[in-house]
């Protein structure tokens, strides 16, 4: 509501409620829907979900690895085969498997033996030193368990966070999804572009602000420009 101060001027003589700023945040807070709500959350791409904030407790969908499997290049051999070889008195191994870094090891086989440390020897190899059981050997599940945790609901995801999440097994995510509304208000605002007259000012705040909500991965609901009315304002 206006009326006329002495000069016959308007004068502004009600004014929406003033708040503090901590009452401000904690109408906001009151008022967003429930973050895990059904319309509060969207699936991503992996390559998308990077500074996206995960909308559940993701686990890992198999073990890495998936089996034993050879850490170095070699032979697979059983360690009991083994027993005994040094130098003066080398062990000939003739049930093996050749294998390469992160070949399945079979389950018949408990240790890898590098190849620099094999002599080859007709149907065989020749070696000098007894392998302990699981030397070589990555066991399965050894980086991550199937149902293992990889990262927590309401975690911001970062750059190696989606390299953890691809290799076990996600290729998209559910991420929160919030909007926000803005409301430019004041009867001197006019659109960007426009040349101001007198009195007027071309409103610039809700761009920076719907770029600022963009860059955190927030989406901007812009509202139309609102008079100085409280009432227009309230209905907005």
Known sequence: MVDADKSGK?????????????????????SFVRPDGPNNRETVPLLDACGRI?????????????????????????SADTVGATEQS?????N?????????????YDAVIMIEDTWADGDGFLIRKAARPWQNVRAAGEDIKKGDLVIPAGHRIRPFDCGALGTYGFSEIAVHKVTAGLIPTGSELIKIGETPKPGQVVESNIPMAAIWLKERH??????????DEPDLIRAA
């Open 10 to 30: 308007p004068k502004v003589t009600r004014y929406l409620n003033q708040i503090s700023l901590d009452e401000a945040v904690a109408t906001m807070r009151s």
């Open 54 to 78: 995960s909308a559940e407790s993701l686990r890992a969908g198999y073990s890495v690895p998936p089996a034993n499997v050879s850490a170095m290049d070699g032979i697979a051999v059983k």
């Open 90 to 94: 080398p062990v000939k191994i003739t």
């Open 96 to 108: 093996y498997l050749r294998v390469n870094t992160g070949n399945h090891v079979l389950p018949e």
């Open 218 to 227: 927030a989406v901007p609901k812009i509202y139309p420009m609102t008079p």
